[in-house]
C-alpha cells in the first residue's frame, strides 16, 4: 500500500499515513527508503508518485503527482493554448505504454478526439546531468540523465512511427515558446528547438564510458590477483 501524501495550497508541508511530517528541506530517513505517495486531491490523473527526497518536490516546484502545483512552464503554456486555440483539445500530463514502459506526454494536442500534436518543454536535465538541489552523487545524475535521454528516443520514435509531429523546446528557448507552439501547430511538422544533437553526442559518450567502466570492473575480477598465486603457491609446497 502506499503511503498518503496530503499536500495543501503550500507545498511545503508533507504528511504520510504514516503521521511522520517532512518539512521543507527535510530528506526521507534511510539510505535505500523510497516512499511511494499518493495524491488525494480530487481528480489527479497521475495520483502514485516515488521520491527519495521530499524537499525534490519543492524544489522542483511541483507535486511530484499528475496535478503538480499550478505556475509551471508547462501548466502556463497549457492555459494559454486553451485560451488560443479554443477549437482544439490540449490536455496536460498524459501518460502513455510505450514500447512496453509507461511514459510521460506534457501536453497532448487533440482535434475530433485525435492526437495531432505533442508538446514537450525539456528542462536542463534532459541535456546533461543535472541537480535540482537532491543530493545525488554524480554517477546517479549521469544514470539519471541516460535513462531520460533513453525515455526521449523512446517517445520520439513512437510519434513519429504514427505520424504525429513533436515540438521539443530546451529551456533556453522559454521566452519563445508561445510563438514556437503557435508556428508548430501551423506547420504541423516536427520540430526540436534546442541543443538535442549535442545532448545524444553527450549520452553516448557517458554510456561508452560506463560500458568500458563496467568491461574493466570484470575484466579485473576475471584475472587472480598476486595475492591469489602467492595463495596457490603456498597450497603447492610440502608441509613438514
Known amino acids: 500500500m502506499p503511503a498518503t501524501l496530503h499536500h495543501t495550497s503550500q507545498p511545503s508541508h508533507w504528511l504520510l499515513d504514516s503521521e511522520q511530517e517532512f518539512v521543507e528541506g527535510a530528506k526521507a530517513q534511510g539510505k535505500y527508503y523510497k516512499p511511494r505517495l499518493m495524491c488525494t486531491r480530487p481528480g489527479c490523473p497521475d495520483p502514485i508518485c516515488e521520491t527519495t527526497t521530499i524537499n525534490m518536490f519543492i524544489n522542483h516546484k511541483s507535486l511530484g503527482c499528475g496535478c503538480r502545483k499550478p505556475g509551471t512552464t508547462a501548466q502556463k503554456l497549457l492555459e494559454w493554448m486553451r485560451e488560443t486555440f479554443p477549437t482544439l483539445d490540449v490536455s496536460f500530463s498524459e ?4 514500447f512496453g514502459q509507461r511514459l510521460e506526454m506534457d501536453i497532448v494536442v487533440r482535434k475530433n ?4 500534436a505533442i508538446v514537450e518543454p525539456d528542462g536542463p536535465h534532459h541535456f546533461r546531468p543535472f541537480s535540482y ?3 545525488q552523487s554524480h554517477a546517479k545524475l549521469v544514470q539519471r540523465f541516460l535513462g531520460q535521454r533513453e525515455r526521449d528516443e523512446k ?8 505520424n504525429i509531429p513533436v515540438l521539443r523546446v530546451a529551456y ?3 521566452k519563445k515558446l508561445r510563438e514556437l507552439v503557435k508556428e508548430f501547430l501551423e506547420n504541423r511538422e516536427t520540430r526540436f528547438v534546442g ?16 560500458k568500458k567502466k563496467q568491461q574493466r570492473q570484470r575484466s579485473t575480477r576475471s584475472f587472480p590477483t598476486l595475492a591469489d598465486y602467492l595463495m596457490r603457491l603456498s597450497d603447492l609446497v610440502p608441509r613438514s
Open 195 to 210: 541543443p538535442y544533437a549535442e545532448a545524444r553526442e553527450l549520452a553516448e559518450e557517458l554510456h561508452q564510458q560506463k
Open 155 to 162: 517517445k520520439d520514435r513512437y510519434w513519429k512511427a504514427r
Open 172 to 174: 533556453k528557448n522559454y
Open 133 to 135: 538541489g537532491d543530493s
Open 113 to 116: 478526439s485525435q492526437i495531432i
Open 95 to 98: 501518460w502513455f505504454t510505450i
